[in-house]
């Protein structure tokens, strides 16, 4: 086995020894993303600058079998960005440039690096918009995004990362640098190969930079929260709210959940009244359609599927309204939650919901379930807390157990067990649940081709 001293020098053969750290400390940040279910396990963390560097890297990596990890902003949830194995992670943090804006084409051209909300700040200096948006978005990477093809809160009106991708450039796990299908709207000549980079989790190339394309800023935006009792009632809420308002996003928290935001005592309960459950809704308000907002409520108060509400009335209100969903993740992260990512067709949600809600009761009696998520898309966030006095370990194996429950569940309403944090380390022994055998064989055989030795992400999403 090659030593960190000799593994060191060999990698400056392809990017220059000043960025090239071996230190503890650096192992350890760079070798883990947000999940704290692996230890990390790095030989070396690597920050290229360039395409070219890139590109001798993986030679060199491809020559030598030198395991690659990409590493983007490590805001990742299913242990994508983890080193394990004493891989070389290659983090994108010094590529972060603006190479391109074409207010024509509206589309701008971004090394990986670039931080998410760097480019949604940088498209509205432009007059224009970048609309997918996620709680980790100040500190996740282009590059990350287009890897798992990230979704967020806004997924309902304007789609996934996917659909904004309008090229790409990657290196592949041979050191080949490909530029796949450059900025254009229309290009039908055979395979789109920059789909497969799109969601592939650095299995099968590094993602260099990416064109995205940019739109119109949308209306000025209105928020409301309302107080929901029943579970199953939510879906009910959605559908009048949808037809009644150009809705942006609709997602949902419970009371559990808002309860570890408030007790950070960043921000305030939106009102005295409590349920359950809660949705929060955003719509373009361009005309009078606050008014159709409050008309929508009061029938649904009318009905009793909600019990209360508020309509924020500044900016400053509605960001707090929006912290009560986006800051949930972190503030459950001290309990180490196990979580599950999953989605139905929006259809079929309150039926999944229903049970769902029944077997979590059953099987978690003892721990704390917090949901929130997308409902909108179909998309539940499902995470158990550690109860403080258990090993990670212990409580791992107890909710894998749960897991096959859940996934049988799932497997009958052909749903996701990932619906948009990817499969990375976590989930990628439940793969099959999604995806059919000749589906899985197929994948395999992809990723052979743009990585025959195997160096890039090993591990990840295929195992091995
Ligand atoms: C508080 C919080 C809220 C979140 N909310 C959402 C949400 O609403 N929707 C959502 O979809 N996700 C969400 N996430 C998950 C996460 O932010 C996304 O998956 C994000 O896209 C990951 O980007 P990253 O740069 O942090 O990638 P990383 O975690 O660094 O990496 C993710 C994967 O991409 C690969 N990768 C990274 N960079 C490259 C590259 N240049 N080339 C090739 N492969 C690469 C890695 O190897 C890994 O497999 C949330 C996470 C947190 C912590």
Not at 41 to 49: D, G, L, N, W, Y
Not at 107 to 113: D, S, Y
Not at 328 to 341: F, G, Q
Not at 353 to 365: F, G, I, R, T
Request: hydrophobic fraction near 45%; include cysteine.
């Amino acid at each position: 086995m090659t030593t960190s001293h000799s593994l060191a020098e060999q990698l400056a053969t392809a990017i220059p020894a000043a960025r090239i750290a071996t230190d503890d400390d650096s192992l350890q940040r760079y070798g883990r993303d947000w999940t704290r279910y692996t230890e990390p396990c790095a030989s070396a963390v690597v920050f290229p600058t360039s395409t070219e560097e890139v590109a001798a890297l993986v030679k060199l990596a491809a020559s030598e079998k030198i395991a690659l990890v990409p590493s983007g902003g490590r805001t990742g949830l299913s242990g994508g960005a983890c080193a394990t194995q004493g891989e070389v992670v290659v983090s994108f943090d010094r590529m972060n440039r603006i190479r391109d804006f074409n207010p024509i084409d509206r589309t701008v051209t971004v090394e990986a690096g670039l931080i998410t909300e760097a480019l949604q700040n940088f498209a509205t200096e432009q007059g224009l918009y970048f609309p997918v948006d996620f709680a980790s978005r100040g500190s996740s990477q282009v590059g990350g995004n287009v890897a798992t093809n990230a979704g967020g809160i806004k997924v309902l009106r304007w789609g996934m990362f996917r659909d904004w991708v309008a090229g790409i450039e990657c290196v592949t796990g041979t050191g080949e640098v490909l530029q796949l299908n450059q900025g254009l709207v229309k290009n039908n000549t055979g395979y789109d190969l920059r789909h497969l980079f799109v969601g592939s989790e650095g299995t099968l190339g590094l993602i260099t930079a990416v064109t995205l394309r940019l739109t119109q800023p949308p209306a000025p935006l209105a928020v409301m929260v309302l107080a929901v009792p029943e579970l199953s009632d939510i879906m009910t809420v959605f559908a009048s709210v949808r037809a009644a308002l150009p809705l942006t996003a609709f997602e949902f928290f419970s009371e559990a959940a808002m309860g570890h935001v408030l007790a950070r005592g960043h921000v305030r309960r939106p009102f005295d009244g409590s349920a359950p459950y809660y949705v929060i809704f955003e719509y373009e308000h361009a005309h009078n359609e606050d008014e159709a907002a409050l008309t929508v409520f009061e029938q649904l108060l009318e009905q009793g599927v909600v019990v209360d509400g508020v309509l924020a009335q500044s900016d400053s209100q509605a960001r707090d309204l929006w912290r009560l969903r986006e800051d949930i993740s972190e503030s459950i992260t001290p309990r180490t939650p196990y979580k599950n990512d999953i989605a139905v067709k929006v259809s079929q949600v309150p039926a999944f919901v229903a049970e769902l809600d029944a077997l979590l009761a059953e099987q978690y009696p003892d721990f704390e379930v917090v949901w929130f998520g997308h409902i909108g898309d179909g998309n539940l966030h499902i995470n158990i807390l550690r109860p403080e006095e258990w090993e990670i370990d212990r409580f791992r194996v107890a909710c894998e157990r749960v897991n096959e429950l859940v996934f049988a569940l799932l497997a009958r309403f052909n749903g996701s067990m990932s619906a948009e944090h990817g499969v990375g380390l976590l989930k990628r022994d439940y793969l099959h649940i999604s995806r059919s055998e000749a589906e899985i064989a197929l994948m395999r055989g992809i990723k052979a081709v743009f990585d025959p030795q195997g160096i890039l992400n090993p591990g990840k999403v295929l195992g091995q």
